[in-house]
């Protein structure tokens, strides 16, 4: 079993910042790779990003390509969202989630676990 905690959403303006993070505990073996979507009131699940186990292979959505970025610090058991000029069309809960192995064929799943999620919150 894996367990995954996001934290770091809250409520910004247009135009900043913001960086999440997603905790991991459990059964994390080499190999596993860690995605981030958002799902917004009304909307379906959108992938953003996904990052491989060491970090080398990082894909991304078009809609947040140059604008977001994710990391990981595997000796924190940590992978971040780095969410830059927030617009409120960002507003959503996000979501980590990991699977077993890293594709940029297949990037938005399925995944095999998944956090509870944190609410991100763009005022204009």
């Known amino acids: 079993q894996v367990q995954l905690v996001e934290s770091g959403g809250g409520l910004v303006q247009a135009g900043d910042s913001l960086r999440l993070s997603c905790a991991q505990s459990?059964?994390?073996?080499?190999?596993?790779?860690t995605g981030w979507f958002r799902q917004a009131p009304g909307m379906e699940r959108e992938f953003l990003a996904t990052?491989?186990?060491?970090?080398?292979?990082?894909f991304y959505a078009d809609s947040v390509r140059g604008r977001f970025a994710i990391s990981r610090d595997n000796a924190k058991n940590l992978v971040y969202l780095q969410m830059n000029t927030l617009v409120p069309e960002d507003t959503a809960v996000y979501y980590c989630?990991?699977?077993?192995?890293?594709?940029?064929?297949?990037?938005?799943?399925?995944?095999?676990?998944w956090g509870q999620g944190t609410q991100v919150t763009v005022s204009s």
């Open positions: 459990g059964r994390i073996v080499p190999g596993y790779a």
């Open positions: 990052i491989s186990y060491r970090g080398g292979s990082k």
């Open positions: 989630a990991v699977r077993e192995y890293y594709s940029e064929s297949s990037p938005a799943g399925p995944y095999d676990y």
